[in-house]
């Protein structure tokens, strides 16, 4: 099985590395600190299996693109704080599974496995909530009460607004005057049904599904 491992903690990385190097099953192909080296390094080659830290906070809008950029790499979310809205919160950002911060080096190699294999084990809680939240997603989807699809433009200016950008810096990002940025929040407001922009900035990082890659938008 053939890994990376992406950590802004070098000590974590190379523990790992020195781990997984007297396992014959696992080979760590690289120890990462940054999405574009992953991104490079998935480009170039074969990956079952991209185990990233993300207790030192992670955008989990950057992970669905890169899912969705590599849908046969399964990326693991290692140090999960194991809560309900956090395990969902993940796999909507594209994460195949994931290892607890209380799990030991063998619990992490046998997690990898399973993983990959297309398996997750969990706490029977997390498996009701998980079901619960696909429920509750499916019966919005059938009574209409999703948010109606963003275009191209409206999904990159929900992103920065996301970030925390103004106006006038979400317009120096996308070469826009302000008066066209403004124009577009009010469409993005209006499709989300929110009466303000902290509203929407709140809601794009917490579920940064809404906003998806711009290469996997509608043109428009």
């Known amino acids: 099985m053939n890994i990376i491992v992406l950590t802004p903690v070098r000590l974590l990385g190379d523990g790992l590395a020195a781990c997984f190097s007297s396992r014959p099953d696992t080979s760590v192909l690289a120890v ?16 079952d299996a991209v185990l990233i830290d993300v207790t030192q906070g992670i955008d989990f809008f950057d992970m669905r693109s ?44 046998q997690s990898l496995s399973e993983i990959v294999a297309g398996r997750l084990a969990c706490p029977p809680e997390i498996s009701g909530s998980l079901m619960r ?13 999703v948010e109606l699809a963003l275009t191209r433009r409206e999904s990159e200016v929900l992103r920065l607004l996301g970030r925390g950008l103004t106006n006038k810096e979400i317009g120096g990002e996308l070469f826009l005057s302000v008066a066209t940025v403004k124009h577009h929040v009010h469409h993005i407001l209006e499709k ?21 890659a711009p290469s996997f938008v509608d043109k428009k």
Do not use: H
Request: proline share 3%; charged share 25%.
């Open 133 to 145: 939240a696909l429920f509750r997603s499916e019966a919005r989807s059938e009574t209409g009460e």
């Open 192 to 212: 989300l049904k929110l009466s303000r922009r902290a509203q929407a900035m709140v809601r794009v990082r917490n579920t940064p599904w809404i906003a998806p």
């Open 66 to 109: 890169i899912a969705a950029d590599w849908p046969d790499v399964a990326l693991v979310a290692l140090g999960l704080n194991e809560q309900r809205q956090e395990v969902i919160q993940c796999g909507r950002a594209g994460f195949a599974g994931y290892v607890a911060r209380d799990a030991s080096v063998d619990m992490l190699c």
């Open 32 to 47: 990462l600190n940054d999405l574009a080296g992953l991104r490079e390094s998935l480009a170039e080659t074969k990956v």
